[in-house]
T-cell receptor
Framework: ETGVTQTPRHLVMGMTNKKSLKCEQHLGHNAMYWYKQSAKKPLELMFVYSLEERVENNSVPSRFSPECPNSSHLFLHLHTLQPEDSALYLC?????????????FGPGTRLTVT | TQLLEQSPQFLSIQEGENLTVYCNSSSVFSSLQWYRQEPGEGPVLLVTVVTGGEVKKLKRLTFQFGDARKDSSLHITAAQTGDTGLYLCAGAASNDYKLSFGAGTTVTVRA
């Protein structure tokens, strides 16, 4: 248990569906992250929020829309996804966005787009 | 964009054997981290190295940061089945707030 929870753990959705991934951290951290993990590829940083403000959007398609309503919660809204978007989506948090601070990861949401 | 290359991609050994995995780049990093990820879980930080030439030990795990801060290695002595997992290295340049990850080495320790 890392103090970062993600729901759902598994999600199957069609290309026309709209769904949301949820992340919650109980660590009092100021920075939160969304990563995409595909087989045999490095973790891809998608978004970074620091003090609820988006500070990084790593050229992510607009069909992925993040939301950070407060410092403890992070959402990833999904719509009109493609099959190649199937992956493990990991949320992480850290005390500060400086990469010298340890990032704590949630267990991930395994997303399958059909 | 920094590129961290990890080798080997897969490693399968018998319990009690030693193993080494490598993380290499052409870029210089201000710090480098090693994570282990078990199936169905997110990565968990094992160690952070910040000084060129630094060696850190965590029980049977030995981490080394290259003198030029471009590469790192992880050595496991007398591997146990509990060491099975995906080992990831990640680094950040001194002027970059993004952490770049390698693709990982999948280690399987057989009983």
């Amino acid at each position: 248990e890392t103090g970062v929870t993600q729901t759902p753990r598994h999600l199957v959705m069609g290309m026309t569906n709209k769904k949301s991934l949820k992340c919650e951290q109980h660590l009092g951290h100021n920075a939160m992250y969304w990563y995409k993990q595909s087989a045999k590829k490095p973790l891809e940083l998608m978004f970074v929020y620091s003090l609820e403000e988006r500070v990084e959007n790593n050229s992510v398609p607009s069909r992925f829309s993040p939301e950070c309503p407060n410092s403890s919660h992070l959402f990833l809204h999904l719509h009109t996804l493609q099959p190649e978007d199937s992956a493990l989506y990991l949320c992480a948090s850290s005390q500060d966005r400086n990469p010298s601070y340890e990032q704590y990861f949630g267990p991930g949401t395994r997303l399958t787009v059909t | 964009t920094q590129l961290l290359e990890q080798s080997p991609q897969f490693l399968s050994i018998q319990e009690g054997e030693n193993l080494t995995v490598y993380c290499n780049s052409s870029s210089v990093f201000s710090s480098l981290q090693w994570y282990r990820q078990e199936p169905g879980e997110g990565p968990v930080l094992l160690v952070t190295v910040v000084t060129g030439g630094e060696v850190k030990k965590l029980k049977r795990l030995t981490f080394q940061f290259g003198d030029a801060r471009k590469d790192s290695s992880l050595h496991i002595t007398a591997a146990q089945t509990g060491d099975t997992g995906l080992y990831l290295c990640a680094g950040a340049a001194s002027n970059d707030y993004k952490l770049s990850f390698g693709a990982g080495t999948t280690v399987t320790v057989r009983a």
